[in-house]
């Protein structure tokens, strides 16, 4: 067995941060706040309007305009989708009237609540608390998976997502390499992230030996419609999202190119950043090619609910469809199954990963500071009298719109040693940092840290991933992924952390950069903070 050295570590986090955008499971869509490509150019969805506009030193989408919301016809998205009428929107618009005071609804756009007469945000701390076990379904005021993906539609799915059948792989089975699950947490991704990373082969050789003969054809799982081509800010870093019909979505993201049915929509994404779209593809037809870096993948499905999120409401804002993340691999058939799992990191089930892992009453799982509005990462003043959408991804004063994140979570390969992962290590504008806990045989583990287990310290060390026994010598300047049945171990010292479960399911967090001890740490000082779910 061996241990990389902690910058070798450190390196593969950075190329990790390049092929994942912090935004862009729900930035790449049009939404006010998100990162858009070109200064000036305009799109419309859902009745609204926007304008790609510099902000400082970022592109950012504008809200120009809102229309009243409509109830579209439903698409004729494949053979096997079939719909239903939903009850009619409850509330209007940001800033109307309203006569229910404490009514919570979608309102073709977002979540809202009627407050003092007044349609309002809702925001986390709006929404009723969960019971103890967690939401075990959808809470009736969370939006639908359809909702979330085409804004003011009030149609669903009267089928079942198992009724889908993935009859092809995404890329080629022999051209594939060691893939990354569901749950990593790297830089800006401070929570475990909603979708895994198809290795391939052509990862193993340094950018300057790549030539267009590596590149793979990235195509679709199962029939369907393409709705969306964007860019996530570089030339080979794009979003695209299919619908497969019964509320099953296939997304794809860092894609290097749109090829095959998306060949003639280069041009017209390289001008405006976003394209959308109605465009059938068929099983196993060519959409993309990928090369350069790993394939962001991830399902979301309108009949899964992860009950593992202790406040769903945490996610109204942003990341909206994070509860509706399925675990890929049982929709693929069998034999194409079994070649995913042996490319699988994590040799523990879920082999596709795990990314809620809140434990009511408990220090485990995702936190967001106390006074910000859960995942979006803005201050609750931002929503509170807000008549248009509030930006997201742009935070003033702010380096990244998770700078108030935190997470307590297993690493998502190694599942026996945990990972803090915050958004604010040392400074206060945001410095996302990766840390592994240092947990002594006699610390309590994370899931189990409860107010009644008092303040505990942990020492936080650079994660380092050891291993396994003959590993073949990696390619310098490659992105070759770890190799299947790695570990991690600690590195270099970081620092240490104080953590304390609050009665009222809050967490008082204090990190010392740079300590070498627990016994550094002597009580709680002005550099507290406190976390909410």
């Excluded at 209007?92 to 006569?99: D, I, K, R, V």
């Excluded at 593992?308 to 994070?322: C, D, I, Q, R, V």
């Excluded at 220090?363 to 106390?370: C, I, Q, S, T």
Aim: hydrophobic residues 40%; aromatic residues 10%.
């Amino acid at each position: 067995m061996k241990i990389a050295s902690a910058a070798r570590l450190g390196a593969l986090f950075v190329v990790i941060a390049l092929l994942v955008s912090p935004l862009e499971s729900w930035a790449a869509t049009p939404k006010a706040g998100g990162v858009c490509a070109k200064v000036n150019q305009k799109t419309k969805i859902a009745g609204a309007e926007y304008v790609c506009t510099k902000s400082g030193k970022k592109l950012i989408w504008v809200k120009t305009k809102q229309t009243p919301a409509t109830q579209p016809k439903p698409s004729q998205e494949s053979g096997q989708q079939q719909e239903k009428q939903q009850e009619n929107f409850l509330l209007g618009q940001l800033g109307a009237a309203c006569s229910k005071n404490g009514e919570i609804a979608w309102n073709g756009n977002l979540v809202a609540v009627c407050k003092n007469g007044v349609v309002k945000y809702a925001i986390s701390s709006d929404v009723p608390k969960a019971p103890a076990g967690g939401f075990k379904s959808r809470p009736s005021w969370y939006p639908t998976l359809t909702q979330v993906m085409h804004g003011g539609s009030s149609t669903e799915p009267t089928c079942k997502s198992s009724t889908i059948t993935f009859t092809h792989p995404v890329v080629p089975l022999a051209e594939m390499a060691p893939s990354i699950p569901y749950g990593m947490m790297v830089s800006g991704h401070v929570t475990p992230i909603d979708h895994g990373y198809f290795g391939i082969r052509a990862l193993s050789k340094s950018p300057s030996q790549l030539t267009d003969a590596d590149y793979v054809k990235v195509t679709a799982p199962a029939d369907g419609v393409i709705t969306e081509l964007s860019n996530l800010g570089s030339p080979n870093s794009n979003r695209v999202r299919i619908s497969h019909g019964c509320g099953v979505y296939t997304v794809y993201m860092v894609l290097n190119k749109p090829s095959g049915v998306l060949a003639k929509y280069a041009s017209e994404l390289a001008t405006k950043g976003y394209v959308q779209l109605n465009v059938a593809i068929k099983a196993g037809e060519e959409f993309g090619s990928q090369r350069d870096t790993m394939l962001d993948f991830n399902v979301f499905a309108a009949d899964t609910w992860l009950s593992g999120f202790a406040n769903p409401g945490s996610y109204l804002s942003a990341e909206t469809s994070k509860p509706y993340t399925a675990d890929f691999l049982p929709f693929f058939k069998s034999d194409i199954r079994a070649v995913l799992e042996g490319f699988m990191q994590r040799t523990l089930a879920p082999r596709s990963g795990k990314i809620d892992h809140d434990v009511i009453g408990a220090a485990a799982g995702n936190w967001f500071l106390d006074g910000t509005n859960g995942y979006a990462g803005n201050f609750n003043s931002a929503y509170e009298n807000a008549t248009s959408f509030v930006p997201t991804g742009f935070i003033p004063g702010k380096n990244e719109y998770s700078w108030s994140h935190l997470a307590i979570a297993p690493h998502e390969v190694d599942t026996a040693h945990w990972i803090f992962s915050t958004g604010w290590f040392a400074d206060p504008k945001g410095d996302a940092t990766q840390a592994l806990m240092v947990i002594s045989g006699s610390q309590v583990q994370p899931d189990k840290l409860t107010s009644s287990s008092g303040v505990v310290v942990y020492e936080l060390a650079q994660a380092s991933p050891i291993l396994p026994a003959g590993s073949a010598a990696r390619t310098p300047g490659s992105q070759e992924p770890w190799p299947i049945g790695y570990t991690v171990g600690p590195g270099r010292p970081l620092g240490i952390v104080a953590l304390q479960v609050n009665a009222d399911n809050s967490l008082t967090v204090e990190i010392i950069p740079g300590a070498t001890s627990v016994t550094q740490f002597t009580g709680f000082t002005a550099n507290k903070r406190t976390y909410t779910r």
